[in-house]
């Protein structure tokens, strides 16, 4: 496989991803360390924080600058910044963005733009409302995907990627909470000795179509040391590792455990937050990652899926919905036609969803 550095083709906006990703992490780092978490509730009633907010707004930055012709979907608005009700967190999110950026002026060669003023911010983290679809270049943007992981210290991921024609072509996932070894075993417990000394900062993983998928540690200097990952060989889907979500409501967790005892797999889940999960099992720390419909109505958002997706398959492994579809990001901001995801290793993946589609059939 060619490596990810290989080729000139999506080079720049690659290296953008990257360093726009690391910026933001350290943003989400502060917040939890050094701020009250600033939560809101959003109308579907997830928690908000500084940290979302704060992210969204430098990776936009950033994509502005470099492709200012681009469309961006991301996940947060900033409604709830403005006006008399917002003023209190708008200005402890513009005065983070600015120390951010004030502290970290290596990024700025690279990823320039101006964050003029809190309103100039506001519009900024606003530009995200593209409404996606099949045609042009698309950036996915989350923030700070797994929002309730951040807040107790667990799991999460700052997650960007980009869509040529609904084709995801570039994946950039940072997980501040996960180990920089690509050969630490997954747990539950995991990265839980991560703080913000060189060293023990966690690792960003990203990919680039036809281009192998890498890692690398996350660092307040910006360095992109990065490492070739691939899945770990499975030669019998017993003895896998697989994640799902901390969430019930995320994912059916009795449709997995039916699922993980008929294929034999005696382990019990690793359950964590965010697209960590798609991290996990491209570097081989996991083998299979089950997110699977709670119901017949919920739909995945794009920005929950693009980078990760595209980092397992570069990654080697494959990545389908629970009828083994491809993911279709062609569609808008979400999956529509998609109900659920299973990622695993590509000689096993036909095997688990045999099984997916024997447990969930049996529920109709």
């Known amino acids: 496989m060619a490596s990810v550095r290989d080729n000139q083709y999506l080079d720049h906006e690659l290296h953008v991803a990257l360093l726009a990703v690391q910026r933001a992490a350290i943003l989400t780092k502060s ?4 701020h009250a978490k600033g939560t809101l509730n959003k109308s579907d009633a997830s928690p908000v924080t500084i940290g979302d907010f704060g992210a969204q707004a430098l990776i936009i930055s950033a994509l502005q600058h470099n492709f200012p012709d681009d469309e961006i979907v991301a996940e947060e608005e900033a409604k709830d910044l403005r006006g008399e009700k917002g003023q209190e967190v708008r200005e402890t999110v513009w005065n983070l963005v600015s ?7 290596e990024y700025e060669e690279t990823l320039g733009g101006s964050v003029k ?6 519009d900024l983290i606003d530009k995200g409302d593209s409404q996606g679809g099949g045609k042009g270049r698309i950036w996915a943007i989350d923030p700070i995907d797994g929002t309730k992981g951040f807040l107790r210290g667990g799991q999460y991921a700052v997650c960007l990627a980009l869509m040529i024609d609904g084709d995801v072509k570039v994946g950039v996932l940072g997980c501040p909470n ?5 050969s630490e075993p997954l747990t539950e417990g995991i990265g839980k000795d991560a703080s913000d ?3 023990k900062f966690g690792v960003v993983f990203a990919a680039k179509e036809g281009y192998g998928a890498v890692s690398c540690p996350l660092s307040k200097r910006g360095d992109l040391k990065m490492d070739e990952i691939n899945m770990k060989p499975l030669e019998n889907v017993a ?3 697989f994640c799902e979500s901390v969430e019930a409501g995320h994912s059916s967790q009795g449709d997995a455990a039916a699922i993980a005892k008929k294929l034999g797999i005696t382990k019990p889940s690793v359950r964590m937050d965010s697209q960590a999960k798609y991290g996990s099992i491209a570097r081989g720390a996991g083998d299979l990652y089950l997110r699977l419909p709670v119901r017949a109505d919920y739909v995945e958002k794009i920005w929950d899926h693009a980078a990760g997706e595209l980092i397992v398959r570069e990654a080697g492994g494959m990545v389908t919905d629970s009828e083994g579809n491809r993911l279709n990001f062609k569609l808008g901001r979400t999956l529509k036609e998609n109900k659920g ?3 695993a290793p590509k000689n096993v993946h036909g095997k688990v969803i045999e099984v997916v589609k024997e447990v969930l059939g049996a529920k109709q």
């Open 341 to 343: 995801v299973i990622a």
């Open 178 to 182: 996960l180990p920089i070894s690509d």
């Open 239 to 241: 003895d896998a590792t």
């Open 197 to 199: 000394e060189e060293g």
């Open 99 to 105: 120390q951010t950026r004030l502290e970290n002026k």
């Open 117 to 122: 003023s809190a309103d100039a911010m506001l």
């Open 31 to 34: 917040v939890f360390h050094n």
